[in-house]
């Protein structure tokens, strides 16, 4: 136990020479959105009781979201310094010539694949659907497994490759059917909720309309390189902070307001 302590503080002292290098930023990163995700998750779930019953489904879910997030974000953390710190030798001077070899795809695509379906699962909860959100649903979670499943795909193929640039473009396909989902079956289902409720999903639409598109420019950065790869997580850490907690604090925003008008 006292040896791998030790190691790990090595690797961490010799990290921290990276400074604010592209990839001493991007270990920060990674540092900052596991605090912020931790952070969510416990703010989501102690607003949890403030907020009607019915809505409580919903900030429940905005905390595990997170919650599962921070976990991976700190194996991802540690893996990423793992890889800063093979760049130095033990007097702390970069080696020449040396880059990271591993980035941790791996973990950051188990926690998409879990994190994603319950995102997406928000629209309907907000909307008190019920059953009959049960057909949105599940067309929203089956295009969000497509997307990072063939995301994913794409990611272990050959950079820059026919079948890198396949599996890329119907991932991205399965991300504009899930926004044409949102502004027309969804759009639907918004004219009937109360108007807190209603502004925070158009919000919310955004981030999947918008906010989203980081990740498709973020596995774009790989065909730079070694240092296109630290680009790529940069975007992906920013892009899954903005996307989980502050979505997160647009759905609770909305409740919050509907609870204040009724008091």
Request: aromatic residues 14%.
């Amino acid at each position: 136990m006292l040896t791998l302590a030790a190691s790990d503080m090595t690797s961490t002292m010799k990290a921290l020479n990276a400074g604010l290098s592209m990839e001493g930023v991007t270990m920060y990163l990674f540092w900052l959105s596991t605090v912020a995700m931790g952070a969510g998750a416990f703010y989501f779930w102690l607003q949890r009781q403030t907020v009607a019953k019915q809505y409580q489904t919903a900030m429940t879910v905005a905390g595990i979201i997170c919650a599962v997030a921070a976990f991976h974000y700190w194996r991802m953390s540690g893996i990423y310094l793992e890889g800063v710190a093979s760049l130095f030798d033990d007097n702390g001077q970069r080696i020449a010539g040396a880059t990271i070899k591993q980035f941790p795809t791996t973990y950051r695509y188990i926690d998409w694949i879990i994190t994603v379906p319950l995102l997406v699962m928000e629209f309907p909860l907000l909307l008190n659907m019920g059953k009959k959100g049960g057909s949105l649903f599940r067309n929203l979670v089956v295009a969000a497994m497509v997307m990072l499943v063939t995301a994913w795909v794409a990611e272990e193929s050959p950079t820059g490759g026919q079948q890198w640039w396949t599996w890329y473009i119907v991932s991205c396909a399965a991300w504009l059917f899930i926004v044409y989902m949102l502004y027309t079956s969804v759009s639907v289902a918004m004219q009937s909720a109360p108007p807190s409720i209603a502004a925070s999903l158009s919000t919310m639409r955004l981030f999947v309309a918008v906010g989203w598109i980081i990740y498709p420019v973020g596995f774009l950065m790989a065909l730079s390189g070694s240092n296109g790869e630290s680009w790529r997580e940069v975007l992906y850490n920013i892009a899954d902070v903005i996307n989980k907690v502050f979505f997160g604090l647009v759905c609770y925003q909305g409740v919050k307001a509907l609870e204040e008008k009724k008091a």
